[in-house]
């Protein structure tokens, strides 16, 4: 059975119990790395000029404390499958979607990949669906 790394274990812990719960869940199935809960304002500038987010700080959900979005890598995911990217996006969102609707979590989740466009689908970006 998959189980998180120290490190990964330590993002986790930095984010919002619904998407603990969420990832919790996806690691009994799915080997998995958490690559970024929260970021400093440090990490936050850094993301933006390396192209791995589209905003500055504070105006990103994983800059919020708790995070109320996380970072998730499939251990052995090649960043081209764009077939398994799909398929471990909709497992994640299948999975989140049933807890949501057993109680377990409160909030709804979106993930990058949700736009369509297929590059985005390559991203392990999820975050908590909060309605304007």
Same mark, same amino acid.
């Not at 919002?16 to 199935?29: G, K, R, Y």
């Not at 970072?71 to 764009?82: G, H």
């Given at each position: 059975? *998959?189980?998180? =790394?120290?490190?990964?274990?330590?993002?986790?812990?930095?984010?919002?119990?619904? &998407?603990?719960?969420? @990832?919790?869940?996806?690691?009994?199935?799915?080997?998995?790395?958490?690559?970024?809960?929260?970021?400093?304002?440090? !990490?936050?500038?850094?993301? @933006?000029?390396?192209?791995? =987010?589209?905003f500055h700080w504070p105006d990103s959900h994983h800059n919020d404390k708790p995070a109320m979005?996380?970072?998730?890598?499939?251990?052995?995911?090649? *960043?081209?499958?764009?077939?398994?990217?799909?398929?471990?996006?909709?497992?994640v969102k299948g999975l989140a979607d049933r807890?949501?609707?057993?109680?377990?979590?409160?909030?709804? &989740?979106?993930?990058?990949?949700?736009?369509?466009?297929?590059? &985005?689908?390559?991203?392990?970006?999820? !975050?908590?669906?909060?309605?304007?």
């Open positions: 059975m *998959p189980h998180f =790394s120290k490190e990964s274990q330590q993002q986790l812990q930095t984010c919002h119990h619904d &998407l603990q719960a969420i @990832f919790s869940a996806v690691e009994q199935e799915v080997d998995c790395e958490i690559r970024c809960g929260h970021r400093t304002q440090q !990490e936050q500038e850094q993301a @933006f000029a390396e192209g791995r =987010s589209g979005a996380v970072d998730v890598m499939p251990v052995n995911m090649e *960043p081209d499958d764009f077939g398994r990217w799909h398929w471990f996006g909709g497992y807890l949501y609707a057993e109680g377990v979590v409160t909030h709804r &989740l979106h993930w990058s990949g949700d736009h369509g466009d297929p590059e &985005l689908t390559k991203f392990p970006h999820f !975050e908590i669906y909060m309605p304007h």
